[in-house]
């Protein structure tokens, strides 16, 4: 390299774009990801370790981190480490990293890690052309990608490897990076005056969306673009937040009520079966950067709450648009999502599966009551002890119907459940009462009590009892 070669590449260094700038050089300075590279992991072990021997694929949405891990991988191996984009290289590209990769391994003994951005973009021709020097060591394959890996990659190539998903970045990770970029007077805007309202730093990072990329691109525009005071001090408002990113802030605080009542909301007008009102509360929480598994998870508990067997489709559609949203991500990911909120809004609703809460405080009240003899497990103790005579297989019937005691004799008769008159349900109401009465009638059974309907204050009160108990479990 001549000094005019050392001097541009020094200035276009320092021209980079801040994103570029402020790229983590070790794994000290990558901020997230810490299920995949955080102390102790495994990845990170074999980095740090310079033992990445076996070819890994990054996948995850932009901004995430996917180049900069394998640039920080570079940064820390003693391997020669290859660069290709899938974008403008092909085969023949390929063809002259594995030819020097073979030259250097039987000349050196160095290894070559070679990294392929967007390595979706391949066809399968071009994937296949990769695979056998990928299984012979000839190289390791760092792969990027922002889709599905086992859509989009071939099935040997990623058999062969090991895939990482990486998240979309916490808002905490997201504000250490631009603060780091503020602070920074080698790489960042540490060597200028720079004051930056707390309301614009919130509303980069929640729109945003986990994209450091896009973060720190709307602090460069608005650092760059707007005029230094008197006193040489560069002001951050909302309204230059605002503009830097293109997008209006709303008032939405995550941790606050905006966050509470919006949600609050949207639930209330899915329950309420007005599908115009949910897409609008929908919308407010999306366009404020809420997270959309924050959403989909509340659908999915509204499908087993407030739809249940009235439409038992419903919790399928809801589980379903959580696991295309994983698959897709924004912005194509808001699809199933609008479809799970449309299907819920005007499916059949039906709160029965509350039933279970009157069971609950049964055995809050009364306590737990022995398991009646022929419903006990015959697989131990049936000889000793008889547990399991008597029980009648239900299938040996005809109509695969039994009336025979299921419940504690002293709650013969005692009925939690109450089916709605409503979709999918109403036939298992009618199915029910069938059951109901032919086992009334065989054990004799001259009174039935349906449980009265729990207050919505004692509900709460079961309902918070069940989530402390999962924390605690879990």
Known sequence: MDLFEHKMQQRMKSEAPLAARMRPRTLEEFYGQEEI???????????EADRLF??????GPPGTGKTTLAMVIANLTKSHFETLSAVLAGKAELRQVIDKALERRRLYQHRTILFIDEVHRWNKAQQDALLPHVENGTITLIGATTENPYFEVI??????????????LEDDD??????????????????????????????LIRVAGGDARNA????????????????????????VAQESIQRRAVLYDKDGDAHYDTISAFIKSVRGSDPDAALYWL???????EDPRFILRRLIILAGEDIGLGDPLGLVVASAAAQAFDYIGLP??????????????????????????????????????????HLQDNNRDAKALGHGKGYKYPHENPDHFLPQQYLPR????????????????????QRLERWRTAQRQALGITSSELLPDLSEENIKNIKSKHKASGKASG
Not at 37 to 47: D, M
Not at 219 to 232: F, G, H, I, K, Y
Not at 410 to 429: C, M, N, R
């Open 37 to 47: 590279v955080g102390p102790g992991k495994l990845l990170r072990r074999a980095i």
């Open 54 to 59: 076996s070819s890994i694929i990054v996948w």
């Open 155 to 168: 099935g040997a190539l990623v058999s062969r490897s090991r895939v990482f998903q990486l998240r979309p």
């Open 174 to 203: 997201v504000r250490h990076i631009l603060e780091s970029a503020l602070s920074d007077p080698e790489r960042g805007y540490g060597t200028r005056e720079i004051q930056i309202d707390e309301e614009a730093i919130e509303h």
């Open 216 to 239: 720190l691109n709307a602090l460069e525009l608005a650092v760059e673009s707007t005029p230094a005071d008197e006193r040489e001090t560069i002001h951050i408002s909302l309204e």
């Open 283 to 289: 919308a407010k929480m999306l366009y404020a950067g």
């Open 332 to 373: 194509e990911g808001i699809y199933p999502i609008v479809e799970a909120t449309l299907y819920l809004s005007t499916a059949p609703k039906s709160n029965s599966a509350g039933a279970y809460f009157k069971a609950f405080q049964l055995i809050e009240q009364a306590g737990i009551t022995a398991v009646p003899q």
């Open 410 to 429: 002293p709650l013969l008769g005692t009925y939690f459940y109450q089916p709605s008159d409503q979709g999918y349900e109403a036939q298992v109401a």
